[in-house]
């Protein structure tokens, strides 16, 4: 089935760490996204990529790092510089321009 | 700056009700619009969207309305069911921010049975 993919759905962090959540899509879409999203709070941008090899900061990119080696996976690294890191976090991938995005079911990252 | 936003955090109704969900948004250059449906611990899930040269939009049992004049998106339920609790995001993008999608706050709807 063709669908977006999000890995680990829990994952727990010691401070100081660096974590990497796994983001894989077989949509065939160009453009992905990751997004934070605090309890009872809406979604705010961290980093885009339009195509591989290249993405772009978004609102709150500070203490994040993103790769995008293939057009199909977009891992996102949590550095230990990320000072609140526990969150829910959701990619998503979309065809591009004008084109609405389809959402992975989220990882919940927690620092312990 | 530009923004999203939402007029209700949340919204309570009782079954069978229509219920209307409310958006205001800022950028005059937006010109594709969505609505999401989130339910707990999930991913948001497309509803419906509307593009700028339209007005109106239907899918089934959802429409949505676009006032340009007034930066206003609105998401209708006709005959809201206990499955509709969600937290509802409306999110706008425009060409000239690459399509990056922008998201309102959201409006939690609650069904009363």
């Known amino acids: 089935d063709g669908g977006i993919t999000q890995s680990p759905k829990y994952l727990f962090r010691k401070e100081g760490q660096n974590v990497t959540l796994s983001c894989e899509q077989n949509?065939?879409?160009?453009?992905m996204y990751w997004y934070r999203q605090d309890p009872g709070q809406g979604l705010r941008l961290i980093y885009y990529?339009?195509?591989?090899?290249?993405?772009q900061k978004g609102d709150i990119a500070e203490g994040y790092s993103v790769s995008r080696e293939k057009k199909e996976s977009f891992p996102l690294t949590v550095t230990s510089a990320q000072k609140n890191p526990t969150a829910f976090y959701l990619c998503?991938?979309?065809?591009?321009?004008?084109?609405?995005?389809?959402f992975g079911q989220g990882t919940r990252l927690t620092v312990v | 700056g530009e923004s999203v936003g939402l007029h209700l955090p949340t919204l309570s109704v009782q079954e069978g009700d229509n219920s209307i969900i409310n958006c205001a948004y800022s950028?005059?250059?937006?010109?594709?619009f969505i609505w999401y449906k989130q339910e707990s611990g999930k991913g948001p899930q497309f509803i419906i969207d509307i593009r700028s040269n339209m007005d109106k939009r239907q899918g089934q049992r959802v429409t949505v309305l676009l006032n340009k004049t007034v930066k206003h998106l609105s998401l209708q339920i006709a005959a809201t069911q206990p499955g509709d609790s969600a937290v509802y995001f409306c999110a706008e993008s425009n060409n000239n921010a690459g399509n990056m999608l922008t998201f309102g706050g959201g409006t939690r709807l609650m069904v009363k049975p």
């Open positions: 990529s339009q195509i591989v090899n290249d993405f």
């Open positions: 949509l065939n879409h160009d453009a």
């Open positions: 950028n005059s250059a937006s010109d594709y």
């Open positions: 998503a991938s979309s065809m591009g321009q004008g084109a609405s995005a389809f």
